[in-house]
């Protein structure tokens, strides 16, 4: 074959069919904004109506969104959503109780240790690797300058 | 008189025989523009078994079983097996093969199966080792998912060029010797494909990164047998999608190959229509299988085509090699389907 | 009023932080897995150096609910810990501070894959 790499990459992209940026981006603003303010609703309910402390209301707010999105994952329904959403259903929060309960459900038929105990945090794991992780490193220069400082 | 034309093709002189096919497809592939053609379609994705993969196995072994009562033949009368699937140690074909008793040889050539099995079968009974085989491959949307891509429940957007796996099945008979008499349809030629890897590493990309396989094979095929579009009336590809076929054309053009683009066939573009939001089209080993045993064949032995030539492209990744930073390879494989009564009307 | 203001905020800023996200995906080959690490290793960052407060004390859920919120809780839950309890706070406080929603992801999804079966994409 004749053709380089190169030149075939370009050709590639020469035809491709692009994707219409501005519709998408739209419904991930409008989606996710949507999310936010349930959120910001749900931490009313508890700081206000229930009169919980800023701590535990965020962390009730936290539990309550990733409930309902495993719930609407589980009902099939969230797929939906992230098909219409992209990065609106995928930047929150409940997009990362998405991604733990959807690969715990395809492996269901693995068995419940290897299957579901193994796969659960197959697509998750990275942000709570470099999440938790990187928060360690912060802690640890934090002590480091206390001890220096 | 050498059967070999060249690098790449052999001739079947003997013109071995499809005595009978058999369909099974799916309820998105139901709805698609052929959904009337195929002969049986699976209840749902899970087709009364309880896994996919166990729903895959099923549709499959039915495909096979229904093939031979076409044939009005016995399980126990066919002498070979040639199958394989998408699946990880092609587990729907040797699960399938288990289960009917049937000598088994286990292929993989991904979505390049269904060609591949009937370049290989045809060589076989052309050789008189066999006058009574099947060749058949399958695919299933979630098993190909589930292994290839993400869980079903994952909230993701597919990419514009991302075709949807067709769930579905096909099996051929094929007949040496006298058996051969009785056939509509004959098998003339074979081209074998060589892999070729133009750098695509986008996973979601397969029609560009098969296409330039397609090119190959086709081009090769052409200049072994000395031969063009104007000798067939469909250039059949598997499953290269929108803009696979589109590349396919620009790279036959740059080998200054005439295309009628008329002629070229793509049955990921016709398994589903642009109302089924699948993107670039159709994709999987059952794509191209189930398309020409529920379509194409019956065409050809009724002589509305005269001759085509069938080329099956595949993709030869795996998720490892994806997330290792490899390109995708790709393989096309090639077989010439006469009507049989000679050459086109 | 002022509560209406706050969920208009909330919309607003938590719009924009996934409308970049889906700019990101639309205009780099990234997978969506690679971008979340990278919004919640940027929240880490940015509330490490007390430059996300004061988006979170202006938007509210808007600013929490998104994965760079995740990473806030988990830098200030660390500083905090090892203010208080010196270098082992590093270790524990991130993962104590998000402990809720990583402790509900991982049961709510034990729960669903249980009674729900994944089906075929529309």
Known sequence: MKKSKQAYAELVKKLSPKSDMAKGVWRAFAVGGLICVIG????????????????????????CLVFLSALLTGLGVYDR???????????????FANATVAPAMEFRREGLVMGIGAKI????????????????????????????? | MSKRLGAQTVALPSRPGILAWAST?????????????????IPDELNGQQSFEGAERAMLEETIVRCAQKANKALGDIQMLLCGDLLNQIISAGFAARNLGIPFYGLYGACSTMAESLSIGGM????????????????????AERQYRAPLELGNQRTPTAQWTVTGAGAVMLAGGEQARHAGAVLTHATCGRVIDLGISDANN???????????????????????????????????????????????????????????????CHIFDARQDAHSGGSGCGCAASMLCAHLLPEVASGRLGRILFMATGALLSPTTTMQGESIPGVAHAVVIEHEGGKRR | MSMMLMYIKAFVVGGILCAIGQVLILKTQLTSARILVGYVTTGVILGALGIYKPLVDFAGAGATVPLLGFGYSLARGS????????????????????????????????????????????
């Not at chain 1, 709570?128 to 002590?143: D, H, K, R």
């Not at chain 2, 592939?29 to 379609?41: L, N, V």
Request: proline content about 2%; charged content about 20%; hydrophobic content about 45%.
């Open chain 1, 40 to 63: 910001q609703v749900i931490n009313d309910v508890f700081s206000y109506g229930l009169k919980w402390g800023t701590q535990s209301a965020a962390t009730a707010t936290s539990i």
């Open chain 1, 121 to 149: 945090f197959t697509l998750s794991g990275p942000v709570l690797v470099y999440g938790i992780g990187s928060s360690i490193l912060v802690g640890l220069i934090a002590a480091l300058v206390e001890v220096i400082g």
């Open chain 2, 206 to 268: 397969m029609g560009a990164a098969m296409a330039p396989a397609g090119c190959d094979t086709l081009a090769n095929h052409f200049r072994d047998t000395n031969r063009g579009f104007d000798d067939y009336d469909l250039v059949v590809t598997g499953d290269l999608g929108h803009l696979g076929r589109d590349l396919l054309i620009e790279l036959l053009k740059e080998r200054k190959i005439t295309v009628r683009e008329d002629k070229l066939f793509d049955c990921g």
């Open chain 2, 25 to 41: 497809a799916g309820q998105k592939e139901k709805e698609g523009p052929y959904g009337e053609k195929f002969d049986s379609i």
């Open chain 2, 124 to 143: 076989i009974a052309d050789g008189g080792f066999a006058d009574a085989m099947v060749c058949a491959t399958c695919s299933h949307f979630c098993t």
């Open chain 1, 81 to 95: 959503i992230g098909k219409y959403a992209g990065a609106g259903s995928i930047v929150p929060i409940t997009g």
């Open chain 3, 79 to 122: 500083l905090e810990a090892v203010r208080e309890i010196g270098v082992l706070g590093a270790f524990t406080g991130g993962i104590t501070a998000t402990a809720g929603g990583i402790s509900a992801a991982l049961f709510f999804g034990y729960l669903a894959a249980i009674l729900f079966k994944p089906k075929m994409k529309a």
